[in-house]
């Protein structure tokens, strides 16, 4: 029989804020077999680890990812 894998999505987002290293080291230390996360580039071409095009749902901040500059996120 095969066995089901488990994945963190976003690390474990249900315990800690989605795309944290907080939420991947629980994902770690709740024996996930795996994390899924989101990467995104900014205009000026860093990346950056958010699920959204924007910051607004996940930050007290808002805009376009895109149209930033990290410094100003």
Do not use: C
Request: glycine fraction near 14%; hydrophobic fraction near 40%; charged fraction near 25%.
């Amino acid at each position: 029989m095969e066995q089901t894998l488990v994945w963190a999505h976003r690390g474990a987002s249900g315990y800690a804020p989605e795309n944290t290293m907080a939420a991947f080291e629980k994902a770690v230390e709740m024996e996930a077999d795996g994390i899924e996360s989101d990467v995104q580039m900014t205009k000026d071409g860093e990346l950056v680890v958010i699920h959204d095009e924007t910051i607004g749902r996940v930050s007290d901040g808002g805009g376009a990812l895109f149209r930033g500059v990290p410094g100003k996120l």
